[in-house]
Nanobody
Framework: QVQLVESGGGLVQAGGSLRLSCTASGRTFSAYAMGWFRQAPGKERECVAALSRSGGYTVQIDSVKGRFTISRDNAKNTVYLQMNSLKLEDTAVYYC??????????????????????WGQGTQVTVSS
């Protein structure tokens, strides 16, 4: 099992930046594919960005391409979401998630809620005008 703790959320003006961090417990962080999800009030949870175990493969939703970057540092058991040029519509609770399915495939990226087994508690990101 792995426990995930997010940090870095907060209130920021439109056009500003935030970097979210998610630190995982345990010694096998590199065995997990990771993802960042968000959920706004009244909306379904969606995958913002995800990356493979190797870190070499990533996916992002179209609305954040060119603005958000997901990365991981296996030595620190941490995955990051760098968010630039933030917009009002980026306001949501952001969740970090981990999965260890298909353990022999290091290049697979997962982007569905149901593919993830472990979730953090979430961190609020609020973008103001």
């Amino acid at each position: 099992q792995v426990q995930l703790v997010e940090s870095g959320g907060g209130l920021v003006q439109a056009g500003g930046s935030l970097r979210l961090s998610c630190t995982a417990s345990g010694r096998t962080f590199s065995a997990y594919a990771m993802g960042w999800f968000r959920q706004a009030p009244g909306k379904e949870r969606e995958c913002v960005a995800a990356l493979s175990r190797s870190g070499g493969y990533t996916v992002q939703i179209d609305s954040v391409k060119g603005r958000f970057t997901i990365s991981r540092d296996n030595a620190k058991n941490t995955v990051y979401l760098q968010m630039n040029s933030l917009k009002l519509e980026d306001t949501a609770v952001y969740y970090c998630a981990a999965t260890n399915r298909d353990p022999y495939f290091t290049h697979i990226v997962y982007s569905s809620v149901g593919e993830y087994d472990y979730w953090g508690q979430g961190t609020q990101v609020t973008v103001s005008s």
